[in-house]
């Protein structure tokens, strides 16, 4: 059974930084691009970070410089640290899982974990 479970996430003052966890289960992880995504009340869920299995990152432009996603083959994990938080950075964190090595094309998502930054 492929899963994704997110943790790490809370209430954390503006210009504070929280680390979001994702740890994967039931799939070759390796094969595997891992992305951060974020929806915000009354907003569509965007991009925020993703990783291929070679350690390419892409960031979106709202959090570059203030973000970083990392991944751990050997444990199945995948970590987004957030720094110099702001107010707008509140929603709820999705981690998402697109096999991007061999087939079948498949993708999955966490349930999520909540995200709230005070002014």
């Known amino acids: 059974q492929v899963q994704l479970v997110e943790s790490g996430g809370g209430l954390v003052q503006a210009g504070g930084s929280l680390r979001l966890s994702c740890t994967a289960s039931?799939?070759?992880?390796?094969?595997?691009?891992m992305g951060w995504y974020r929806q915000a009340p009354g907003n569509e869920r965007e991009l925020v970070a993703s990783?291929?299995?070679?350690?390419?990152?892409n960031y979106a432009d709202s959090v570059a410089g203030r973000f970083t996603t990392s991944r751990d083959d050997a444990e199945n994990m995948v970590y987004l640290q957030m720094s110099s938080l702001k107010p707008e950075d509140t929603a709820v964190y999705y981690c998402?899982?697109?096999?991007?090595?061999?087939?079948?094309?498949?993708?999955?998502w966490g349930q999520g974990t909540q995200v709230i930054v005070s002014s």
């Open positions: 998402y899982a697109d096999r991007t090595i061999g087939r079948p094309r498949f993708s999955f």
């Open positions: 039931g799939f070759v992880f390796r094969q595997y691009l």
């Open positions: 990783i291929t299995p070679g350690e390419s990152t």
